[in-house]
């Protein structure tokens, strides 16, 4: 089913309609990633404040909250996470520049991207108001197979995942795997922020980066869970000396995709797409510059 184009004079109180709603979604996302055992700080929500407004300056205006795509549209909407270095901007990252690859092999349509905070690319996925989400990982199939949205067939390549804990607290892979085996109920041993994945233990809601990482540094979070490229950039703009680095082990990284037909078929376009730049070499190229093998050095 198409989009219906609404009669000119409707389109402004239906604009200021969306505006509305998309700033209580945003409102209401950025109050559901402070955990309610650590509210967030000033300047954990001066942060969060210029995330959405970087997404709210760069999300395209259209037609997604009016009604659904069709099934077989042939432009694909893509929502990415702000994440230091990897995606800066809808124009600017070594995760766009990958991304736009992906759409110049793909003939049939146009890929128009937008940014937003972690949480709401999440849900915007979820919700089917776009069609691709990114970055994510394919951790467990069969609690994948629980998750609101589904995951691409096609992976760009690994990523490796770094515990980050205090020097004079070290949290070990081996520490937290006998804790997690020991876990039956109620509050986990550690206290961990990391992504909203299928993890086999329980996380702490992440709010940014710096904030995740100085509670490390000052012994009031046992550890960080991250990708290595986003969490190192800022350890190493932020010059922190107590914290140890691990590696955890390492995910496939995919994308998420609404769950239903429209989501089946957006996958097969990207399945397409990333085989073509993988018999071209140009997936490989590209991806070293988003995410490297594990680099064991400590701050």
């Known amino acids: 089913m198409s989009r219906t184009a609404l009669p000119a004079g409707s389109q402004e109180p239906v604009q200021q309609r969306r505006e509305l709603l998309l ?166 041993k550690y206290r961990i922020e990391a992504p909203r994945l299928a993890w086999d233990f329980p996380v702490q809601h992440f709010t940014n980066f710096e904030s995740a990482l100085r509670k490390v540094d000052a012994g009031r979070l046992d550890a960080l869970l991250w990708a290595q490229e986003e969490a190192d950039l800022e350890l190493r703009r932020l010059g922190l000396k107590s914290i140890r680095r691990e590696l955890y082990t390492d995910y496939e990284d995919v994308m998420m995709l609404p769950r239903g037909p429209r989501g089946d078929f957006v996958d097969k376009i990207i399945s397409a797409a990333v085989e073509n730049l993988q018999r071209s070499g140009r997936l490989q190229a590209l991806y070293r510059k988003v995410h490297l093998p594990y680099d064991a050095w400590q701050p």
């Open 23 to 188: 700033t209580a979604l945003a409102l209401g996302l950025g109050l559901e990633a402070c955990s309610p055992e650590s509210p967030p700080s000033a300047k954990d929500e001066g942060q969060g404040a210029a995330e959405l407004a970087a997404s709210a300056a760069s999300t395209p205006r259209t037609a997604a909250a009016v009604g659904p795509v069709a099934v077989d549209a042939p432009d694909i909407s893509v929502n990415a996470m702000l994440l230091p270095g990897l995606v800066n901007s809808a124009d600017e990252g070594t995760f766009i520049d990958l991304i736009k690859a992906v759409a110049s092999v793909y003939k049939g349509g146009k890929f128009s991207i937008s940014v937003a905070p972690v949480a709401r690319v999440t849900d915007n996925v979820t919700r089917g108001i776009v069609d691709l989400g990114f970055p994510t990982l394919r951790m467990n199939p069969a609690k994948d197979a629980a998750l609101p949205y589904r995951l691409t067939t096609a992976a760009f390549g690994r990523v490796n995942f770094v515990l980050y804990s205090n020097k004079a607290r070290p949290l070990t892979k081996a520490m937290l795997e006998q804790a997690q085996r020991e876990h039956k109920s109620g509050d986990f």
